[in-house]
Nanobody, 120 residues
């Protein structure tokens, strides 16, 4: 069984920063692509940033230059550093990872979500 556990959400003023973390645990053989998605009230879930196992990254246009995704493969953890936060960044942020279990099955896993609120 595989689990993704997120941490680091909270309330921050516009222009502030937050760092999200997501740790994968359980019966893991390999972790491939990892990413962060977000869903604001009344909107569809959208990709914020993604990172491959080799470290290649991609970002939504709305966060380029403000957010940075990184990962620690030794700790099965992915991070999202969010700077210059704007009220429009308010959403529930979800971690996602493509993982092969020790049994050999490949699956797409999600964290439980962490709330990020940007408000003065």
């Amino acid at each position: 069984q595989v689990q993704l556990v997120e941490s680091g959400g909270g309330v921050v003023q516009p222009g502030g920063s937050l760092r999200l973390s997501c740790a994968a645990s359980g019966s893991i053989r390999n972790i491939y692509d990892m990413g962060w998605y977000r869903q604001a009230p009344g909107k569809q879930r959208e990709l914020v940033a993604g990172i491959t196992s080799g470290g290649s990254t991609n970002y939504a246009d709305s966060v380029k230059g403000r957010f940075t995704i990184s990962r620690d493969n030794a700790k099965n953890t992915v991070f999202l550093q969010m700077n210059s936060l704007e009220p429009e960044d308010t959403a529930v942020y979800y971690c996602n990872a493509n993982i092969r279990s020790r049994r050999g099955s490949l699956g797409d896993y999600w964290g439980q979500g962490t709330q990020v609120t940007v408000s003065s």
